[in-house]
């Protein structure tokens, strides 16, 4: 007989949430695989990282994503600099290689 959970039949469907020691970030397993994100949102730390390496201020940041506060910035900043290799991984793994940016865009 296989083993069938006849109390919860959807248990593959329950995403684990995984609190971190910064306020504001959480691991879903939900979203985006369990990439660290802003607690409520589907902002990944990688986003708020790749725009501070942009040049864009954290106090900046806000204004281009207005469902952020400038704490959770700062919380993703200080998440970031404590995790940097974990962080940097993501960012390199949703890196578009340079030979599939189409050159009308590339050097926007």
């Not at 939900?30 to 994100?37: A, D, F, Q, Y």
């Not at 990688?46 to 106090?59: A, D, F, H, M, Q």
């Amino acid at each position: 007989m296989a083993n069938v959970n006849l109390l919860c039949p959807y248990t593959h469907l329950i995403s684990m949430v995984q609190a971190t020691e910064h306020y504001y970030i959480i691991k879903d397993s939900s979203i985006l695989s369990g990439e660290p994100v802003i607690k409520g949102t589907r902002t990944s730390v990688r986003s708020i990282v790749e725009n501070w390496r942009l040049g864009i201020s954290p106090e900046e940041i806000p204004r281009h994503l207005p469902h952020l506060s400038l704490a959770q910035v700062f919380d993703a900043l200080s998440y970031y600099l404590d995790h940097q290799a974990e962080i940097n991984n993501y960012i390199d793994r949703n890196r578009i290689p340079d030979d599939l940016i189409d050159p009308l865009v590339k050097n926007l």
